[in-house]
């Protein structure tokens, strides 16, 4: 899998994360929420965790790009056009969201939850988890790029 650099814009990715902040300040100030992803699907699976309000985030999650697609066909993912996943694509696929999972549990939240909502909140946690969790990424990438020579991950 690889990123298409030739197709990005700053203005794309202005605007996502313009609708992102948006969307969790809406839920902050709506439902008093954080829109932490991990908790919100972590706690559907709990029977106090129920809400409507999760069940409809979710479902906005998911139905959003499939309702955009349609409308903006250059914004479609190639992957989805034409899937080129192999066996070893799908282990590590499967491996790095364990991973991604355990580590949210460990630091009571995910990147949404700590880096978008908790540092808007100047919340000195959110702050060192998403130290944490910033400079294990960069650690990763430098580690498996010397190993692999500088193959993607």
């Given at each position: 899998m690889e990123i298409a650099w030739s197709q990005f814009t700053p203005w794309h990715a202005l605007a996502g994360g313009a609708l992102i902040g948006l969307a969790a300040s809406l839920l902050l100030l709506v439902n008093g929420r954080i829109a932490g992803i991990s908790g919100i699907l972590g706690n559907l699976l709990h029977h106090e965790g129920?809400?409507?309000?999760?069940?409809?985030?979710?479902?906005?999650?998911l139905l959003a790009p499939l309702l955009l697609w349609p409308l903006?066909?250059?914004?479609?993912?190639?992957?989805l056009?034409?899937?080129?996943?192999?066996?070893?694509?799908l282990l590590r696929l499967l491996a790095g969201g364990f991973l991604i999972g355990y580590g949210t549990r460990m630091a009571n939240g995910?990147?949404?939850?700590?880096?978008?909502c908790g540092l808007a909140r100047l919340s000195p946690r959110s702050l060192v988890a998403v130290l944490s969790f910033m400079t294990a990424?960069?650690?990763?990438?430098?580690?498996?790029?010397s190993l692999t020579g500088g193959l993607p991950l």
């Open positions: 129920r809400e409507p309000w999760r069940w409809a985030f979710v479902a906005g999650l903006v066909p250059a914004l479609q993912p190639a992957a056009v034409a899937p080129t996943f192999s066996w070893p694509d995910c990147t949404s939850g700590h880096g978008v990424g960069f650690l990763t990438v430098a580690v498996w790029r």
